[in-house]
């Protein structure tokens, strides 16, 4: 089991308000993922990095932002939270072409 | 069309059936396949990975893939209460992006 830590794991804010979400881990996986959940949607992929600053979009990136400045950690920001952000947050890791291991999730919710 | 169909059940069985959970796709590069399980409010877990058409097994799993109906399963014998959970599917062609099912709801009965 890959060790993946995701904090805060419990978060509510107000609409505006900008928030970050941290993913650590410990696996030293090249790959990291930030996805949205939601019922009837699934897993939806926001953005993922493929190295150290390097990251890129993915389907659902409109309003978040992401950094990676070391191997183990990989950051989400929603600069200005709104409420159609309210979800379950998890962090992925792998390698190009194999498994991803996911974290225990942030659940946040914009008021 | 979504490139990911799974029916989300829920699916309720008693202890110790079979259970057969499936899912569909539209994009023949995938050839990568994952099965997870996700307790409620956990992140998901991952039972099986394999690669390409074929079947495999681990314990009372089997991942089985069919490629040219772009078919994929997984089965689990003798199930009981705490194999329930939600069941992931996901796919992908070897690159970064995997696409994931909505996910089927599986209760087994005491």
């Known amino acids: 089991d890959a060790g993946i830590t995701q904090s805060p794991r419990h978060k509510v804010t107000e609409t505006g308000t900008p928030v970050t979400l941290r993913c650590h881990q410990t696996?030293?996986?090249?790959?990291m993922y930030w996805y949205r959940q939601d019922p009837g949607h699934g897993l939806r992929l926001i953005h993922y990095?493929?190295?150290?600053?390097?990251?890129d979009k993915g389907e659902v990136s409109d309003g978040y932002s992401v950094s990676r400045s070391k191997t183990e950690d990989f950051l989400l920001t929603l600069e200005s939270a709104t409420s159609s952000q309210t979800s379950v947050y998890f962090c992925?890791?792998?390698?190009?072409?194999?498994?991803?291991?996911f974290g225990p999730g942030t659940r946040l919710t914009v008021l | 069309q979504k490139e990911v169909e799974q029916d989300p059940g829920p699916l309720s069985v008693p202890e110790g059936a079979i259970v057969s959970l499936n899912c569909t796709y539209s994009?023949?590069?995938?050839?990568?396949f994952m099965w997870y399980r996700q307790y409620s409010r956990k992140g998901p877990e991952l039972l099986m990975y394999?690669?390409?058409?074929g079947n495999k097994e681990d314990g009372r799993f089997t991942a089985q893939v069919d490629k040219s109906s772009k078919y994929i399963s997984l089965f689990i014998r003798d199930s009981q209460p705490s194999d329930s959970a939600t069941y992931l599917c996901?796919?992908?062609?070897?690159?970064?992006?995997?696409?994931f099912g909505t996910g089927t709801r599986l209760k087994v009965l005491a």
């Open positions: 394999t690669y390409s058409s």
């Open positions: 996901a796919m992908g062609s070897g690159t970064y992006k995997y696409i």
């Open positions: 696996e030293n996986h090249r790959y």
């Open positions: 990095s493929y190295g150290v600053k390097d990251t």
């Open positions: 994009n023949s590069a995938f050839q990568y």
């Open positions: 992925a890791t792998g390698t190009l072409g194999n498994e991803q291991f």
